[in-house]
């Protein structure tokens, strides 16, 4: 019978395994990543998606987020790219720590009000990427437009790859 | 020269809602408790996104629609908030940017229950009307 020690001995083991697959993994994505690699997506972004917002944020919807018209809006802090998710890891195979990320910084411009239910079309570019006390750094810019082209709102974005640190 | 809708302002300082943070329940793998030790942080924590949230919020009850069409916010993330600390968000209006503009600049910041900072940054718009 192996004893209690013996058990997180092993769990300590398994776990530093699965922390150096997920460097491996964020180290090789890291290695792929290019300044001035550009992605495009498209959203509409629903009530519900909204209210879930909403609810998750604890922020009273629709409260201020309605147009003089008494259309629903989309509240500012949903209206941007995701750098993870657009350039990060998404091979459900790496290990959860590769995955998505911690945000460190943000900058953000609102130009016009986004409604729900309006197409939103998002250009996003990498403009930096670098490794600091063993965290590896996304840094992208993205402009959101509507259909017209109008830009609705733009914004930079500093994410991490994953959230463990290389030793 | 500032109008008087902004030199009045100049100095305000403002709190938001103060919020009891709760981790969503679907909160995803770094704010998982286990696998954010296991990666040798300090425990799950709040995504950034309810900071981003509450900070814009305030900034929105603030400024009047103005910050949808007008606003400016710069943030940068200190320290992790974790679920169930008070969450507080507070700004005030250290100038008019640039001079003359009717543009407001201010500092703004969220705290916990203990005072320490959570996040930092600067937020600008057109002054409200009125």
Redesign the interface.
Known sequence: MISHQGWDGIREAMNRVKLKEAIDAIERHFATLRVGQSAQQEHIFTEEEVRRYAERYDILYPGSYLSAQGELLVPPGMVFMRPAATFGIIDTEAPPQARLGIYTQAHRWYFRPVYVGHRVLFDGEIIDTYERRGFFYLAVKWAAKDEDGEVLAKGEEWHTLGFVRKP | MADGNVSNRLGHEITGAV?I??M?PDA???H?DR??K????EGGYI????H???L??ML??YF??R???????????IAPLLDKDTFIPKARVIGEEPPGSGRLNLEIWCENQHGQKLAVGRASCLAPEG
Do not use: C, M, R
């Open positions: 919020k943070a709760h969503p995803g793998a770094v998982d696998l954010a296991s990666a040798g942080l995504v950034n996104e309810y981003f949230a509450q814009t919020e929105l009850e009047g629609p910050w949808l069409t007008n606003g400016e916010i710069e943030v940068k993330y």
